[in-house]
């Protein structure tokens, strides 16, 4: 007997049922929060599963711009989350924005700059928070929690959402999701599920990120916190007044370069703060130079290398992060300079 | 774009659909133009070369065809190119390296020259397929191709291009000419074959990998259990890998109507190297035999023949199995490691050619020669020297293979967990345990098969079991898949 074509169809589309059924589970679920518009993207479960934070911060900027109209904006990685929208607005006075995304690089600040003024959104303030992965990383980088949100990356949404679903449905991702779903923590086998604990508080006006667990944690036992600290922080004798590698080559000069063309075309007052990284390394001299030729030397603040700030590692939440009172002390200093500024060691450049 | 990615997928699906849909005369077209897809979505330079082999071969068979009395030199004008291109891309810089070191030994310091090239995906499988085909019309074995067009699709055919197996003109240039209408059941075994290479590749082969690996890899820091099990594991972990990939080959081949020749006949229940030899990679093992073995073999006993003093039988077969194997070892890569490594299989099958009628005599005089366990122990053995040999091409120099193999009975040193870049990361049980239950289990549906193919012998169970065993395979696919595409092991030949 002769199959006819459907038959064979019909045959593979039963087999490929169990994918029918994770693809059926994937839409209604959105574990990755990318496919609906939510209202909020971080729960008060006590661990979260890693979202991307560029895609919050893209989807909240569309979400809120109609209603704030937004023209100042913070831009930077985690670490920028210690520069508060709440406390930037007693300088600036305008309605703001807090554009971080994880990892940020040097292509997703680019492309919002970019996106902004292409579609004539108003551009007035911008504190930008940069990091060494920020200066060097030109490319939209591949990873669930890192991919740029294609509204602002111009890239295909298509390959966007493809990555979160293939993601979801190979290796075992989905397996250690639903096991996660029902309540253990076990990871299935060697795959990754980035899981963590979400210790942040967040305002979806102006998505900033409060570090409120650990400064409540800093507050009831601050000798108990910072010794905890210390097992996973730097060894500071062996890290001491050395430079980070030179990171701007002709991609990022370019990209560079870009970004100051837009911000000088919106007219924007930006300023430029070099993070404060507790390794206490500081960027390399060639690399603040090119920065202090590109955005003007009186726009850089560079608070990397040796200094008071990065001596003490009760200024940090973690081997990463410093605290809200530094993001504050730093933005005072740029706003309302006085004589006192942050005291740097000789080796520090700027 | 490999056989176990989302890309190839989605490429095969649309090249099928357009394949049975379009007319007869335009589908070896559209295969065509599929495969210069295929082969240029890794490197769109190198199709290049491939072209300019595929037209110096069927210029020369022209030729060959044209003035019958100089087609020697036809043969030769065909070798030198083909073997040239080869030479350049992938034996100059171990050649011009090598040199320089032995320069080094006289007292004559150089640089080496290195040339700045990669070598092209699947190089030492099409150029083999070519050299063939010279070889077949040279010897009125086949018929000259006259259309140029299908010669090239013969030569980069997408399911075959990367990794073999090793085609013959006779099996796959008249099959472009034949109508290959729909049949529903060469299509579902050829989608059985490929979920089953596909299984054996990104289940049970990346299963494998994950523990190997990291033992190989920084073998300095192990010894006892964990470098048994990487013996153990690495035979299997590449063959699943290579006859995975054969069968998605070749399953991507019978979805279209297309059979390829068979690369893999259960090596592992191989009794001896030389059947092992006929069960492993068979596309080049045979095309070492009819191209290389056969030709050393017949000249050298000739030469032998004039000597007084020699078996002639036993010389030639010395001599051919000699060049042949270091030709294998070569060709599968250029390090010394796989040169050592075709050696050792060399001498392994002259060591049993010489011992062949001592080991008959003590069988006979033990009464052991109808024992069922010697067929048992011959596997056994079998598969522990081809282990052996099999660490030697794993490692990437010929101490670390040394190391491995004589730190395994320090049996002290269990495997808890790895060392990768300085830190050490425990290891769950299960991730040797399964594998070894996977191992286990394709040993028994390989001797369940008989003499049947995978998807032959599943067409013979109830439908409740067929059905059972493709959720089954679907699952475990999807589960162990990776999104980042692990790579195959053959495909850096």
């Given at each position: 007997m002769i199959k006819k074509p459907y038959i064979l169809i019909l045959k593979l589309f039963l087999a490929a049922v169990p994918v029918w059924l994770l693809i059926i589970y994937y839409v209604i679920e959105d574990p990755f929060k990318v496919l609906y518009e939510h209202?909020?993207?971080?729960?008060?479960?006590?661990?979260?599963?890693?979202?991307?934070r560029d895609h919050v911060s893209t989807s909240l900027y569309l979400k809120n711009y109609p209603k704030y109209n937004y023209d100042s904006f913070i831009f930077g990685s985690s670490r920028s989350f210690a520069f508060s929208v709440k406390e930037w607005q007693k300088y600036i006075s305008s309605p703001a924005f807090h554009f971080d995304a994880y990892n940020e690089s040097l292509f997703g600040l680019y492309t919002k700059v970019k996106y902004l003024s292409e579609n004539n959104r108003p551009l007035k303030n911008c504190l930008i928070i940069i990091d060494p992965r920020l200066l060097y990383l030109d490319i939209n980088q591949g990873e669930t929690h890192l991919i740029k949100d294609p509204v602002i990356s111009g890239e295909s949404s298509i390959i966007y959402q493809y990555k979160f679903l293939s993601t979801f449905l190979t290796g075992g991702f989905f397996v250690s999701y639903l096991n996660w779903r029902a309540g253990s923590l076990l990871q299935f086998l060697d795959f990754s599920l980035i899981i963590r604990k979400w210790y942040y508080t967040e305002d979806y006006n102006t998505n900033d990120m409060f570090y409120t667990e650990h400064e409540l944690a800093i507050k009831e036992n601050k000798e108990k916190f910072f010794n905890e600290l210390s097992d996973s922080y730097y060894d500071k004798d062996s890290l001491n007044n050395q430079y980070y590698p030179h990171f701007i080559e002709k991609e990022q000069f370019g990209m560079l370069k870009e970004i100051k063309k837009n911000l000088s075309e919106s007219g924007t007052n930006y300023k430029i703060v070099l993070y404060p990284e507790p390794n206490e390394k500081a960027f390399d001299k060639e690399d603040v130079n090119i920065l202090n030729d590109i955005f003007g030397k009186e726009n850089i603040y560079n608070y990397s290398g040796s200094n008071e700030i990065t001596k003490n590692?009760?200024?940090?939440?973690?081997?990463i992060h410093v605290r809200h009172i530094i993001g504050d002390r730093i933005m005072k200093e740029i706003y309302e300079p006085t004589d006192k500024k942050v005291e740097k060691d000789n080796l520090s450049p700027n | 774009m490999l056989f176990n990615s989302i890309e190839y997928f989605l490429f095969f699906t649309i090249v099928v659909i357009i394949y049975y849909i379009l007319p007869f005369k335009f589908r070896w077209i559209l295969l065509l133009a599929a495969s210069v897809f295929f082969y240029m979505y890794l490197a769109p330079s190198y199709i290049i070369l491939a072209a300019v082999i595929a037209l110096n071969d069927f210029s020369a068979a022209k030729l060959m065809v044209k003035f019958p009395l100089k087609k020697k030199i036809f043969l030769w004008q065909s070798l030198i190119i083909d073997l040239g291109i080869l030479f350049t891309f992938k034996y100059f810089n171990f050649f011009s390296v090598n040199i320089t070191k032995l320069s080094e030994l006289i007292g004559w310091n150089y640089s080496p020259f290195l040339l700045e090239v990669l070598l092209p995906a699947g190089l030492s499988f099409y150029i083999f397929k070519s050299i063939s085909y010279t070889f077949d019309v040279y010897r009125d074995n086949y018929k000259a191709e006259n259309n140029i067009g299908k010669y090239f699709l013969f030569i980069i055919?997408?399911?075959?291009?990367?990794?073999?197996?090793?085609?013959r003109a006779s099996n796959l240039l008249p099959q472009f000419n034949e109508k290959k209408a729909y049949d529903y059941s060469t299509i579902t075994s050829g989608l059985i074959l490929f979920a089953w290479g596909l299984f054996k590749k990104v289940v049970i082969a990346d299963r494998l990998a994950a523990v190997v690996n990291p033992i190989f890899n920084e073998y300095t820091k192990y010894s006892g259990i964990p470098n048994i099990i990487s013996f153990l594991f690495f035979p299997f972990q590449i063959y699943c890998d290579f006859s995975g990939y054969t069968d998605m080959a070749l399953g991507s081949g019978l979805i279209l109507g297309y059979k390829l020749l068979p690369n893999f006949n259960k090596p592992y229940f191989s009794q001896s190297i030389s059947d092992f030899w006929r069960r492993w990679h068979m596309s080049l093992s045979f095309w070492l035999r009819d191209y290389i073995f056969l030709p050393i073999a017949y000249s050298s006993a000739r030469y032998f023949s004039k000597?007084?003093?020699?078996k002639v039988d036993k010389w030639s077969y010395i001599v051919a199995v000699s060049i042949t194997f270091f030709i294998t070892g070569l060709w599968h890569g250029a390090g010394w490691n796989y040169i050592f490594w075709g050696c050792l299989m060399g001498f392994y099958l002259i060591f049993g050619m010489l011992t062949k009628s001592m080991r008959r005599k003590f069988l006979k005089k033990t009464h052991l020669i109808k024992s069922p366990l010697v067929p048992v122990l011959r596997i056994i053995f079998t598969f522990l020297l081809v282990s052996i040999a099999w660490v030697f091409f794993r490692s990437e120099s010929f101490s670390q293979a040394v190391y491995i193999l004589t730190h395994m009975f320090n049996v002290s040193m269990q495997l808890t967990g790895y060392h990768i870049g300085g830190s050490y990361y425990p290891i769950p049980y299960f991730r040797i345990f399964f594998p070894v239950i996977l191992i286990i289990l394709l040993l028994i549906i390989e001797k369940l098969q008989k003499d049947m193919e995978v998807q032959v012998y599943i067409k013979t169970k109830p439908i409740w079991l067929r059905w059972v065993s493709y959720y089954i395979l679907i699952l475990l696919i999807i589960i162990f898949n990776k999104a980042d595409t692990s790579g195959f092991i053959y495909t850096n030949f």
């Open positions: 209202n909020e993207y971080y729960t008060t479960e006590s661990r979260e599963l890693f979202i991307n590692k009760e200024n940090y939440i973690d081997n | 055919f997408f399911p075959e291009v990367l990794s073999g197996p090793i085609d000597l007084k003093g020699f």
